[in-house]
């Protein structure tokens, strides 16, 4: 019997001091100062909680605003200046927080952090379409709210798979539906499938009413009406490929962003084409009506003059069958210059260059997901989604 007490301890002691401290600092965090940690809770060591918190509003993105960091050290230490919401990066900008007192979650592994007005019951989302490897297993990913009744999701990408609505980590409240993208979801109803991607979430917890919506992506900029006005939106059927048609444009500058916010923008030096990268060079553009489109999260745009002809049609590029288990077929009437076939976040996993009207892209050695394959013909280029069963 000690020796068993004597292996606890021991055990307990180990998980004790490998475990890391993750604490929040800054000037609108509970010390209200850059050099006093407040520490935060965790069984796990992945999943940080900390409840009836009061911060300031941050006012100066440069001298204000909180950070977590990682056993007091700013060598690890994680921000974002989105509020209440977001996905810390490492070394990022401060938390812009507006005061109130919240419970706080901060996920070491994938940065994603919530902010919920104490007193409000916590809405997560649950299951293998937020964490594929852990399914069921996993914690909530944590919705965030300002009444208490309509929670909202954004910037997070699902796995294709099935999840739950679920009130503070309890499976007795938890919500399901069978339709997508939008429906009432039942208590303990049927768990809901999501298609892989990223969804901006809507869900009431009073009526159970949801919807899951593509992101919005606009153009702005002098080229326009200016950089302080509401975006030019575009539109899109499948949430990677946005269009836009007939914009009058005046010679200047213009970028594009996601959801009305600069947290997410593309920008670049090359026009009428080009690659908009994260806080990249304002596009510079000539006066003229075009169409307009990009495609995200690769941020590969083209502007083409309503006056002038498409050197090729990517009308009539073919990706097919698609869900697939094992390959693709991708067939064109002009030569396929070159194929790059990409991950859910848009970074080029493998790039061919058949020359040819039709191309296999074999898929067999990836895991079941969304990604994209950029198919370049002469000057043009068009990116589809694909799944992998």
Same mark, same amino acid.
């Given at each position: 019997m000690k020796t068993k007490l004597l292996y606890l301890f021991i055990t307990l002691f180990a998980w004790h001091s490998n475990a890391q401290v993750i604490s929040m600092i800054g000037s609108t965090s509970p010390s209200g100062s850059w050099s006093v940690d407040t520490n935060m809770n965790t069984t796990d060591n992945v999943t940080y909680t900390l409840n009836n918190v009061t911060v300031t509003t941050a006012t100066d993105p440069a001298t204000t605003g909180l950070k977590f960091r990682q056993d007091g050290l700013w060598t690890n230490n994680w921000g974002n200046?989105?509020?209440?919401?977001?996905?810390a990066t490492l070394n990022g900008a401060n938390i812009m927080t507006v005061a109130g007192t919240y419970d706080v979650t901060f996920n070491r592994v994938n940065g994603t952090y919530?902010?919920?007005?104490?007193?409000?019951?916590?809405?997560?989302?649950?299951?293998? #379409?937020?964490?594929?490897?852990?399914?069921?297993?996993a914690p909530d990913v944590d919705m965030v709210t300002t009444d208490g009744i309509t929670y909202t999701l954004s910037g997070f990408?699902?796995?294709?798979?099935?999840?739950?609505?679920?009130?503070d980590n309890a499976t007795t409240n938890?919500?399901?539906?069978?339709?997508?993208?939008?429906?009432? #979801?039942?208590?303990?109803?049927?768990?809901?499938?999501?298609?892989?991607?990223?969804w901006v979430v809507t869900f009431n917890r009073i009526t159970g009413a949801y919807s899951f919506d593509y992101n919005s992506v606009g153009i702005l900029g002098s080229g326009l009406n200016g950089f302080n006005v509401a975006d030019t939106d575009l539109t899109t059927a499948d949430g990677f490929n946005y269009?836009? #048609?007939?914009?009058?444009?005046?010679?200047g500058e213009v970028k594009f962003r996601k959801n009305n916010d600069w947290a997410t923008?593309?920008?670049?030096?090359?026009f009428p084409t080009g690659t908009g990268t994260q806080d990249g060079?304002?596009?510079?553009?000539? #006066?003229?009506?075009?169409?307009?489109?990009?495609?995200?999260?690769?941020?590969?745009?083209?502007?083409?003059?309503?006056?002038?002809?498409?050197s090729t049609s990517m009308a009539s590029v073919k990706v097919y069958p698609n869900p697939s288990a094992s390959v693709w077929n991708i067939s064109h009437s002009d030569t396929i210059s070159s194929v790059q076939l990409m991950d859910s976040l848009g970074k080029v996993i493998t790039s061919y260059a058949p020359n040819a009207t039709e191309f296999q892209v074999d898929g067999s050695g990836l895991s079941a997901g969304v990604y994209f394959v950029k198919i370049t013909a002469g000057l043009d280029f068009a990116v589809q989604k694909i799944i992998k069963n």
């Open positions: 200046a989105n509020f209440p919401s977001g996905t919530t902010f919920i007005p104490s007193g409000f019951p916590s809405i997560g989302i649950w299951g293998p #379409a937020v964490n594929s490897q852990l399914g069921y297993g990408y699902f796995s294709s798979g099935n999840c739950y609505f679920r009130q938890q919500w399901g539906s069978t339709t997508f993208p939008t429906g009432t #979801a039942v208590l303990n109803g049927p768990s809901l499938f999501v298609p892989g991607g990223e269009t836009l #048609a007939g914009l009058a444009l005046t010679t923008n593309w920008g670049a030096a090359g060079p304002n596009i510079p553009v000539t #006066a003229g009506t075009y169409n307009i489109s990009i495609e995200i999260p690769g941020g590969n745009y083209v502007f083409t003059n309503t006056l002038s002809t498409a």
